[in-house]
């Protein structure tokens, strides 16, 4: 118990003299600058917003942590003295605060949680340089749908004061119990419920006997919040040598580097995979430990096919032996999963960016698997993506197949045929332009319909929207779409993560059949697509960039 407990805390209210008018949640929570978070009442402000919006607070259990970035212990002790203020009865947080998106969902549905605070954002730079933000979920597991974060929003425009008690801060250093006056504080291991949930999902035995074998792995935490997880898991449970898991520890700024695993940011790792002959396998997470990059000996796993070979593979582990109800993915993710649906006569979902779409499918059970082309791959196991999960389900598949990464893709490719995929980013545009670029965009669609578009003839041309399937709720504005006659496509979208100016993702995708010319370069294969949209949409000309800041 700490003193507070005793003595009782004070209760205070802080008035605010205007509100915040920039607290919207993006595709995946509130990201703003360090600096930004640091202002005045700016953090408090928004847990008010979602103290006085999420259901149940009183009497309530709240899971908060977060993914060690700069910032994380100061928002903690924010959120424990203003969920004290609000009656919550139960705060369960972790070790040092360090919690990873998919084990803070597992422990909302363990625990029978209101929800969770998740302190990270994500795959942006940390530091107080970089990035913080604040992801809200619901009882579920997962991010709150938009029904509640405009909720909160609309609290946060309108907020006049928020409460908080004074006590003293709450030692994260080691699991124990404590309290702020009635509301019991638990610090558990953030590490211990997320992996014995693996061990029901996946066999241990099986991947064990095969890093045994002539199969070296390597893991890039990139500083960020899967070290502690990986490291129990793979050096741990799977007998993987000490130094498989490198940049294991978390640190405030991710040692300076930007937690992002794809090529261009854990480039070290891909350079051991893709040129080295150490490795026969190689992943890698983001800052907050839901996105994956698989890569095997000189071999890429674009994100879109992974989710397509998942799924073609579920039945070689434990928790999808018996079949998947259904599959879902991100609209602007490939089809190449919805080919490998067809095949197994079971339903696929096409849903907006972001994982809270899937969350009404994933609890209706209508789907097992779900997807986006951003990295992020995910089962009914929990209500987020999850990075570990995709590396041990594709360590699964490896043990069963005993086959090389690329022999895995050559062979589904040759099965279902290749889509061709790349997203192209653009990041840190100026925001006129940007939007400028989109708006011109939106609004020659229409003439598009029956036009000639990189040598094929446009299908369809429009800006996405999304019936929900199981609650009917609609989301407009999700994504400009241009569809080609022979199932090519373009996706023009800008980023809800961002926050240096606006960021356009350009996603291409071309399909090519089974027979024809599977072991292209994307890029190349990709070419007529890009330059297309570039023609059209004029992006060098208005961005002033010669080339994407990003290629995946
Ligand atoms: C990006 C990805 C999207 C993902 C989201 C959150 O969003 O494209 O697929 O769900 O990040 O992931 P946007 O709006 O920037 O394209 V995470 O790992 O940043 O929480
Ligand atoms: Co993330």
């Not at 895995?408 to 653009?426: E, I, K, L, N, P």
Request: hydrophobic share 40%.
């Amino acid at each position: 118990m700490t003193s507070s407990a005793q003595t009782g805390p004070t209760q205070r209210q802080v008035h605010l003299n205007t509100p915040f008018n920039d607290q919207k949640p993006g595709t995946s929570g509130l990201r703003k600058s360090s600096k930004q978070f640091e202002q005045t009442n700016y953090l408090e402000s928004f847990i008010e917003a979602i103290f006085q919006t999420l259901p149940g607070v009183e009497g309530g259990t709240l899971i908060l942590g977060g993914d060690g970035r700069y910032g994380n212990h100061r928002a903690i002790d924010v959120i424990l003295r203003m969920g004290a203020a609000h009656r919550l009865s139960r705060v369960i947080t972790t070790t040092n605060g360090i919690l990873s998106t998919p084990a803070a969902s597992h422990l909302i549905r363990a625990n029978k949680a209101i929800g969770g605070i998740i302190l990270s954002a994500s795959h942006n730079q940390g530091g107080p340089d970089g990035d913080f933000g604040v992801k809200v979920n619901g009882a579920n597991g997962g991010p709150a749908a938009e029904s509640l974060t405009n909720a909160i929003y609309a609290c946060s425009q309108a907020l006049e004061r928020y409460s908080l008690v004074d006590a003293d801060v709450i030692p994260l250093e080691a699991p124990g119990h404590h309290a702020i006056g009635a509301m019991a504080v638990d610090v558990i291991d953030g590490v211990e419920d997320y992996v014995e949930l693996m061990q029901k999902l996946f066999d241990f035995g099986r991947i064990k006997d095969l890093i045994k074998t002539d199969f070296p792995v390597v893991f890039d935490a990139m500083h960020a919040v899967t070290g502690p997880y990986a490291q129990r898991l793979l050096e741990g449970l799977l007998g993987a040598p000490t130094g498989t898991v490198r940049n294991g520890v978390p640190l405030e700024d991710f040692g300076g580097g930007h937690p992002d695993p794809n090529l261009t940011y854990a480039a070290e790792l891909a350079d051991l995979l893709l040129n080295g002959k150490s490795y026969s396998f190689g992943a890698a997470c983001d800052g907050d430990g839901d996105r994956n990059m698989i890569l095997g000996r000189g071999c890429f796993v674009n994100p879109s096919d992974s989710l397509a070979i998942l799924a073609a593979n579920a039945n070689v582990a434990p928790a999808y032996a018996d079949g998947l109800a259904g599959v879902a993915r991100s609209m602007p993710t490939s089809a190449a999963v919805d080919v490998v649906a067809k095949e197994l006569n079971i339903d696929c979902f096409e849903t907006p960016t972001g994982w809270k779409f899937f969350g009404n499918l994933l609890d209706a059970g209508r789907i097992t698997l779900c997807g986006e082309e951003s990295f992020g791959t995910g089962s009914n196991h929990v209500r987020e993506k999850d990075g570990l999960w995709a590396v041990l389900f594709w360590l699964q598949i490896l043990t069963a197949r005993r086959c090389s990464v690329a022999d895995v893709m050559t062979q589904h490719w040759s099965r279902f045929g290749r889509h061709y995929y790349s997203r192209h980013d653009y990041e840190a545009i100026a925001n006129e332009k940007a939007h400028g670029l989109y708006n011109r965009l939106e609004s020659m669609l229409p003439r598009l319909i029956g036009q000639p578009f990189a040598g094929r003839q446009v299908s369809q041309a429009d800006n996405f929207r999304y019936s929900d399937p199981v609650d009917g709720s609609e989301t407009q504005s999700q994504g400009l779409r241009i569809l080609l006659e022979d199932g090519s496509r373009v996706v023009v979208r800008l980023s809800g993560t961002g926050t240096k100016g606006a960021t356009l993702r350009v996603y291409l995708e071309r399909y090519e059949p089974s027979h024809g010319n599977l072991n292209q370069d994307p890029q190349h294969a990709l070419a007529d697509l890009i330059n297309g949209i570039d023609a059209l949409a004029e992006i060098q000309k208005r961005t002033g960039m010669q080339r994407p800041t990003v290629i995946t």
